[in-house]
């Protein structure tokens, strides 16, 4: 007989391909990323030396949608041996909100860096304790809390940017390594989804 002319496919394997999900990933990242910058930008707690549209640089767009895509390839990466479950008790819903509501903190509250700091630690050790397979949210939050605010503070030395909120450690405020390990939840529960 010839070969069947439906394709058995793999149940692990999500129904598009590999360059469909990382061009929705960077468009996600581009679009959702940008937007949430907007919070900072209107808020006044960063300022782009060469703003072009509603106080963004150009190159804030594709930035933020090759950070998505690196941080999903990463969190693949490194995560696929580590999930015990078949499924989790939250809802990637649930954990892009909670990164929503983090970053709103951090520009609600841009006066007040401590308050931030503790407010945004405690919504990602929130969702800790209700993820199932702790050990992958907790290790790619932690390597994002490190990559992130190194990466942003090499690119605040150019002059690119500046953060306007104090107090700052190495350019950058007290709680972004904080809102780095909320990046880091979302995520492990997208790349969990794929």
Request: net charge positive; glycine share 6%; charged share 15%.
């Given at each position: ?30 679009i959702g990323g940008t937007l949430l910058d907007q919070i900072h930008v209107r808020s006044h707690v960063l300022h ?34 580590l999930w015990r479950v078949s499924r989790d008790a939250v809802p990637i819903v649930v954990d892009a909100s909670i ?58 030395s150019t002059g690119a940017f500046r953060y306007d909120v104090t107090p700052l450690v190495g350019r950058v405020p ?21």
């Open positions: 007989m010839g070969a069947p002319l439906v394709r058995q496919t793999d149940d692990r394997r999500p129904p598009l391909g590999r360059p469909v999900i990382l061009a929705l990933v960077f468009l996600g990242g581009a782009y030396a060469h703003p072009r549209f509603a106080g963004e640089a150009w190159w804030v767009v594709p930035e933020f949608g090759a950070a998505a895509t690196v941080a999903l390839l990463f969190t693949l990466w490194a995560t696929k041996r990164f929503f509501v983090a970053y709103s903190a951090s520009g609600i509250f841009h006066r007040h860096s401590w308050i931030v700091l503790v407010v945004v630690l405690c919504l990602w050790a929130a969702m800790i304790a209700f993820h199932r397979d702790r050990k992958a949210f907790v290790l790619v939050s932690l390597a994002l809390m490190i990559v992130g605010p190194i990466y942003e503070s090499a690119l605040s007290i709680w972004l390594p904080a809102l780095y390990l909320n990046a880091g939840v979302l995520a492990a529960s997208i790349a969990r989804a794929r």
